[in-house]
């Protein structure tokens, strides 16, 4: 079972920037895709931004030219560089690695929270 561990996150004013990483416990070069979803108070979890093995991205149109997914398959992490937040970027921030093995799997983080003062 595939571990994963967040950190970054904290409390920044609105505009500022925070990178998120995600480690974990094994090779992510074996996953399909890793990627960032969030999950607000009161609503549903929502996709944040995907890469895949490959090195394809993509992102929620709320995100888009702020965010930035990346990976260092050296390290067996994922990043996520938030830049120009905003109070509606709060949330909590969980990491995700699925793969397929006759169906789709997936891993999940803890999370860590991101909060945006305005």
């Known amino acids: 079972q595939v571990q994963l561990v967040e950190s970054g996150g904290g409390l920044v004013q609105a505009g500022g920037s925070l990178r998120l990483s995600c480690a974990a416990s094994?090779?992510?070069?074996?996953?399909?895709?890793m990627g960032w979803y969030r999950q607000a108070p009161g609503k549903q979890r929502e996709l944040v931004a995907t890469?895949?093995?490959?090195?394809?991205?993509n992102y929620a149109d709320s995100v888009k030219g702020r965010f930035t997914i990346s990976r260092d398959n050296a390290k067996n992490t994922v990043y996520l560089q938030m830049n120009s937040l905003k109070p509606e970027d709060t949330a909590v921030y969980y990491c995700?690695?699925?793969?397929?093995?006759?169906?789709?799997?997936?891993?999940w983080g803890q999370g860590t929270q991101v909060t945006v003062s305005s």
């Open positions: 995700n690695a699925h793969w397929y093995v006759l169906e789709r799997h997936d891993g």
């Open positions: 094994g090779s992510i070069s074996s996953f399909y895709a």
């Open positions: 890469i895949t093995s490959g090195g394809s991205t």
